[in-house]
C-alpha cells in the first residue's frame, strides 16, 4: 500500500541523517541549549541567505509577528490592515496587543491581498499593513510599499509560507520575500519550508536599531541581564533547532527546485481541466510553493476531498473559514458577504500534497486518482 503524505518529513530527514546527528548531538556535548553559538552562526547564515541586514530569532512564527508589531510601537486602538483570507495567527496578534484588525479581501488567482482595495481600508488610525506571502509567493511589494510610504504606514510581511521566494521590481531590483517591509516575520514549523523539529521563528529587518529593539523585546527586554528598559517577552529560538536548521538552509536551494518540479507536473497535468484552476503564478514573485492550491469549480471540493481520501490521497483546505467569520473574531462586526473572494475561496481551495521527497510514480497516482474523480 501506498502511504502518501502532505508532507514527508521522515524521509526528509533520512537523507540528511548524518548531518542532523552530528549537529544535535554537538548541541548536546556542549549543552549550551540556550542562546548557543549555533544560534548567532544561524541568524548569520539566514542573512546572508536572504540578504536582510539583520535577522533576529525568535521561539514561533506567531512570536515573531507580535514581536514586530510591538517594536514598531504599534499602540491599542491603531489598526493593522490583514487579509481575510489567512492562518489566524496574523490576524491574531494583532487582537492581543489591543490593535484592531482591519480584513482586506484578496484576489482569487494568486490569493494575495487586493491592493486595488488597500487605500479604501486606510484611516487615521492605521499603523501597519500585514501582506501575506500565501502559499509561497510574494504579494505585490511595489504597490504595497508606495501607499505605505504614501500614507506613513509600516509594512510587515509575513514569509511564513515563502521563505526564498524572489520578488522583482520594476526598475529591475530583486529582493528576497521578508526583506522588503519594515520588519519581515517568518516561522520554522516542522512542515514550512525551512522547518526545525519543533518551534522556531525569526524576524528580517534592514534597520540596525529596530533589530536592537526586536532583540530587546523577544528577550524580557533587556539588553543588559537584569536590566530591563522595556515591556517584552520570552521567544527563543533552542539552540537544537538553529543547528538543525543550520543544516537544513544548506539545503533549502534544492528543496525549492524540488517543490518547483513537483508544482510544474501538477500544472501540466491539471492546466486545461474544465473543473480545476491551477494556482496562477504572481508576475514578479518566484514560487516557494509551500502549497500546491487548486480551485475546484463547478463540482463539490470536500466531494472531491473525500474520494481522494478513500484512495489514500491526502488533501488540506487551507483555509476553510475566513478570518472575519471565525468566532473569535465576529465581535468585529464583519459580515458573511463582506469579502467574497475570501468567502468563495475558502468553498474551493484544496491544497494536494507537495513535498521535498515526492516520487514520480506517486504524484502519478495522485493525479491519476483525481482524474478518476471526473469520469
Ligand atoms: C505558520 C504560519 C504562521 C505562524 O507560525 P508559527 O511558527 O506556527 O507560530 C503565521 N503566518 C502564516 C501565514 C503561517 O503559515
Not at 537523507?15 to 556542549?30: F, H, L, M, N, S
Not at 541567505?49 to 509577528?65: E, I, M, S
Not at 468567502?343 to 521527497?357: G, K, Y
Amino acid at each position: 500500500m501506498r502511504s502518501i503524505q502532505m508532507v514527508d518529513l521522515k524521509s526528509q530527514y533520512e537523507a540528511i541523517k548524518t548531518e542532523v546527528d552530528q549537529a544535535i548531538q554537538g548541541v548536546i556535548d556542549t549543552t549550551s541549549f540556550i542562546n548557543g553559538p549555533k544560534v548567532k552562526e544561524f541568524s548569520d547564515a539566514l542573512a546572508s541567505y536572504t540578504g536582510a541586514k539583520y535577522v533576529v530569532t525568535c521561539g514561533n512564527g506567531t512570536d515573531a509577528l507580535q514581536i514586530a508589531m510591538m517594536g514598531l510601537g504599534f499602540q491599542p486602538g491603531q489598526e493593522v490592515i490583514v487579509p481575510a483570507f489567512t492562518y489566524v495567527a496574523t490576524a491574531e496578534v494583532i487582537a492581543l496587543l489591543g490593535l484592531v484588525p482591519v480584513f482586506i479581501d484578496v484576489i482569487d488567482s494568486t490569493f494575495e491581498l487586493d491592493i486595488t482595495q488597500l487605500e479604501s481600508k486606510i484611516t487615521s488610525k492605521t499603523a501597519g499593513i500585514v501582506p501575506v506571502h500565501l502559499y509561497g509567493q510574494c504579494s505585490n511589494m511595489e504597490a504595497i510599499l508606495a501607499v505605505a510610504k504614501k500614507h506613513n504606514i509600516k509594512v510587515i510581511e509575513d514569509t511564513a509560507q515563502a521563505i526564498g521566494a524572489n520578488y522583482s521590481f520594476s526598475d529591475g531590483t530583486v529582493k528576497q520575500a521578508g526583506t522588503m517591509g519594515d520588519v519581515g516575520t517568518t516561522s520554522f514549523f516542522p512542515s514550512k519550508n525551512l522547518g526545525c523539529y519543533g518551534d522556531g521563528g525569526a524576524m528580517f529587518t534592514n534597520d540596525g536599531k529596530l533589530a536592537e529593539k526586536l532583540r530587546m523585546i523577544a528577550n524580557h527586554g533587556q539588553q543588559k541581564k537584569y536590566h530591563h528598559h522595556i515591556v517584552g517577552v520570552n521567544s527563543r529560538l533552542d539552540t537544537l533547532q538553529a543547528a538543525i536548521l543550520n543544516v537544513k538552509l544548506q539545503h533549502l536551494d534544492r528543496y525549492s527546485a524540488s517543490r518547483n518540479e513537483v508544482a510544474a507536473r501538477y500544472d501540466s497535468a491539471f492546466t486545461d481541466h474544465p473543473h480545476i484552476r491551477i494556482p496562477k503564478r504572481a508576475v514578479n514573485s518566484t514560487h516557494a510553493f509551500h502549497q500546491y492550491t487548486i480551485q475546484v469549480e463547478g463540482v463539490s471540493r470536500d466531494e472531491l476531498k473525500s474520494y481522494l481520501a478513500e484512495k489514500g490521497v491526502p488533501s488540506m483546505v487551507y483555509y476553510p473559514l475566513p478570518l472575519h467569520q471565525q468566532e473569535a473574531y465576529l465581535n468585529l462586526g464583519y459580515q458573511k458577504g463582506d469579502f467574497p473572494v475570501a468567502e468563495a475561496l475558502c468553498e474551493m481551495v484544496l491544497s494536494l500534497p507537495i513535498h521535498t521527497e515526492m516520487k514520480v510514480e506517486d504524484q502519478e497516482y495522485i493525479i491519476e486518482s483525481i482524474n478518476s474523480f471526473f469520469k
